[in-house]
Structure formats: C-alpha cells, structure tokens
C-alpha cells in the first residue's frame, strides 16, 4: 500500500464538523429511546420531563444550538492508519485547531481550565482534548469524537475487582455506581462499562463504550447478555428521569472487554447522561 | 402549575411543597463553582459581597455563548451539590431560593430549614429549551471568570420542580 498524504486542514475540518454536529444533533439511538421510555413511563412527571428532553433536542436541531450547556470536554478516539503521512503539519495540532474552531466559531462552551489543582484558567478554546490514538494498518484516519460534559463524568468510578469476584462483583460495582450517582447524572443514562486489562484500560473501554450506539450490543453474547441484565436492574432503581422517580433511569449498558492479568479484574464505569453525544468520520 | 415570582415572596415560599411543578418569572442570579467560591472568601475575610442575597434567587448555571439574535445561550442546570460548601453562609445572609439539579448535603438542607429557603430543580439536559425563557441577561460581575461570571436573568415562565421545601422535604429522598 501506498503512502498516502492527507493535509492538515482536512483533518481539522472533519474535527470541527465532529464537535458541532454532536452538540447539535443528538443521535437516532437516543432520540429513539427517549421516545420510547415516553411511551413506557406511567407518572406525568416523568413523562413531563421525557417531553422537554425530545422538545429541546428539537430546538438544538432545528436552531443549531447546543443540547446542552455544559458542551463537554472533546475526547477522541483516533484509528490512524500507518500508511497516512500529514503533509503540511502534525496530527495533533490539526485535531486541536478543530476543537478550537469548533467551540469557538459554534457558540460551544469554553469549559477546559489549564491546570487542574492551582490556577484553574479557562483556556478560552476548550483544549486541549483528550486524544486516544491506536495505530492500524491502512491508509485511513477514523475519528469517533464525544463532548463530555461533567455533571456525568464526575459520578463514574473505577475499582480494582480480583478475579473471585466474578460476574456478581462486577454487577454489584456497576449497580452501587449508578445508584450513588442517582439524579446528578442527568438521568436517563447511558452506563459505559470497561472490563479487563489494566487500571488506565478499563477506563479507556468504558469511555470507549460510551460513544458506541445504544442500538448495538456487545458482540460477545455473554457480555450482551449481561448489558441487559444490569439495565433492567438500573432501570428497577425509581431514579427516573432527571431522578425524579420512574421507569426509565437508563436508555442503555454498554460493555467493552479486554484480556487482563491472572490477578485481576478491573471495572471501570463511565455515566453519560442523557444526551450522549457522539459523531463518526472517515478521512 | 403553580407561578411565582423572583425575588419570591414569603406567602409564595411557604406554599411551595416538594414536588410541585412551578412557573417561575422575575429576576435571578447566575453563580456557580467559581463565583461561590470567591463570595465564600470574601466573607471568611469579613468583606461583603459583590450582590445583596438577601430574599435573591441564585440559579446554578453557566450557559453556552449566546448566538447572535439571543438573549442567552444554552443554559440548563449545573450539579447542585458542587456549591454545598459555600451554601449555608448564603442562606444565612438571607439567600431564598437555589435552582439546580440533584442532591444537596444534610448541612444544606438543615441550614434552607432554618432560614426558611428552597430548592428548584430545572432539568439537566434541557438547556435550549430552558434558554427560550431567559428574556435578558446582563453581567454583573466576576466578568474574568467567562461562563462562571455572576448574571442577572429576567425569566419568564420558567420550568422548574420543588426539589426541596421549607420544611426539608425531599424528592429526591423519596
């Protein structure tokens, strides 16, 4: 195969549209969901509140305005092909000056501060992202790209299970997660799960499962299975929409697995709330 | 549904029960991490505060950019429990009503029972919808701190549920 040159300001562009189009357009499997629980739900309040959620996915759509305020911060998950060369500058301030573009030229919310612990300065821009790249064969760029926001990302947990713990434990950490976070979530949620390899991986796999859609399960019937089983224990719960009691706490589980060490477990669980935003491109 | 307004009046505050739906119009400010973060050291330090909370609203928020035409960008609740911290000295300077989304600490609520205060839930996520009740926006201080700087907002028929009453029932306790 050929090496193939793809210039710099084609990768930024794709960045941007990314950033934009997911604060903009919630997803079909979302969208489809939310509908659905509506229909299920039997208390007018939560209903009420399924009601504003598809009315202001609307609005978002229609007037091409974020879903929601906090527009997150931009992680990406990078498959590089290793026959790809950028011609004219690198990778990673290409995907930068997309994020840049994207938050500032589509009233996206700056929401990065440069240092966590000290200074704590909005950068103004919203980078730096959080880039995750894997190196594949071939001679394409594939980007999944999500804006996280944190009401979320503050209620996940990860915790290093040992392997007698089995399935019960890793049901048990993801139920206690899910029940601790209740209503700060922005319920209903989407549960990302990351099982196996080491601490950092297991909270790779569960951003990672995040960004998958809602409407596909784990290929492993096994972990398919058990995506389901802990959603209809999650949505046992009564959190309810914006955890004000109901049916619907969450619209899904996904699982991600990976081979680990003799002596572990480890369980990461990453919450997303309801507007799970998430946008795919090949360059 | 019931209506009140901001600043709340006391009939109204003592109306409110836990679970209520309410539209809310009138005037309120916009505070979240950083802002009460600054208010809380200017009062450790025996300073006063850049606004008076007395019988005021503050709505937990910190709305994306407006777009050219709007009065306010996106702008749906933050978490609540962030600025549990820093809340009892408000509620002792008079701070009325809190708007946000989820669970408050066992300090705060003791303290909205003593002071006689409430919390609002707006619902997370819905913040272009919330943005179409936000007639005007105008900053009032803290301009460095961007989205966190402090606002005042007049609202007009703003969804919200009583997460919290007087009294300290709960919704979320149910």
């Known amino acids: ?283 | 549904m019931k209506k009140i307004t901001f600043p709340i009046t006391e009939e109204q505050l003592k109306d409110l029960q836990a679970g209520d739906r309410v539209l809310a119009s009138g005037y309120l400010y916009t505070a979240r991490d950083a802002a009460h973060k600054r208010m809380y050291e200017l009062l450790n330090e025996g300073k006063q505060l850049p606004i008076d909370v007395s019988g005021q609203t503050i709505y937990y928020v910190g709305a994306a950019p407006a777009k050219p035409g709007y009065a306010v960008g996106p702008c749906g609740p933050t978490s609540s429990y962030r600025m549990d911290k820093y809340t009892p000295s408000l509620l002792d300077l008079g701070l009325k009503v809190m708007i946000g989304k989820g669970k408050r600490s066992d300090a705060v609520i003791e303290s909205m029972k003593k002071n006689g205060a409430v919390y609002l839930a707006a619902i997370g996520g819905a913040a272009a919808l919330i943005a179409k009740s936000i007639i005007k926006s105008e900053l009032v201080c803290y301009e460095d701190l961007g989205t966190e700087a402090i606002y005042r907002y007049e609202v007009k028929d703003i969804p919200l549920i009583v997460a919290i009453d007087t009294k300290g029932n709960n919704v979320y306790a149910r």
């Not at chain 1, 997911?22 to 309040?45: F, H, M, P, V, W």
């Not at chain 1, 911060?73 to 290409?94: N, R, T």
């Not at chain 1, 601490?199 to 995040?210: G, N, V």
């Open chain 1, 1 to 283: 195969m050929a090496i193939r040159e793809i210039k710099a300001e084609t990768v930024t562009a794709c960045v941007k549209k990314l950033f934009m189009d997911c604060n903009y357009y919630i997803g079909d499997d979302i969208s489809n969901a939310i509908l659905k629980a509506r229909e299920q739900e039997t208390s007018d309040l939560a209903k009420d509140v399924l009601t504003q959620l598809i009315d202001n996915n609307k609005i978002a759509a229609d007037e091409q305005i974020p879903i929601c305020q906090d527009t997150g911060m931009a992680v990406l998950f990078v498959e590089y092909g290793d026959k790809v060369v950028i011609s004219d500058g690198s990778f990673e301030d290409a995907v930068e000056e997309g994020v840049r573009q994207a938050y500032t030229e589509g009233y996206l919310r700056k929401s990065v501060v440069s240092d966590p612990v000290f200074d704590r300065k909005n950068t103004k821009d919203n980078t730096p992202a959080v880039i995750h790249t894997r190196i594949v064969p071939g001679d394409k760029i594939k980007i999944t790209a999500g804006g996280k926001g944190f009401g979320s990302e503050n209620m996940s947990a990860i915790k290093m299970l040992t392997p007698s713990a089995g399935v019960e434990g890793v049901k048990q950490f993801v139920l206690d997660t899910v029940a601790y976070a209740g209503p700060n979530p922005c319920p209903p949620i989407v549960v990302g799960v990351g099982i196996g390899g080491t601490f950092e991986k297991a909270a790779q796999l569960a951003k990672r499962a995040t960004l998958r859609s809602i409407e596909v399960s784990n290929s492993d019937e096994k972990y398919a299975s058990l995506e389901r089983e802990l959603l209809d224990e999650i949505n046992k719960m009564n959190i309810g929409p914006a955890g004000l009691g109901g049916k619907t706490s969450a619209l899904g589980v996904n699982i991600e697995t990976y081979p680990t060490h003799i002596a572990g477990l480890p369980v990461a669980v990453n919450i997303c709330c309801h507007a799970c935003r998430h946008k795919e491109c090949e360059i």
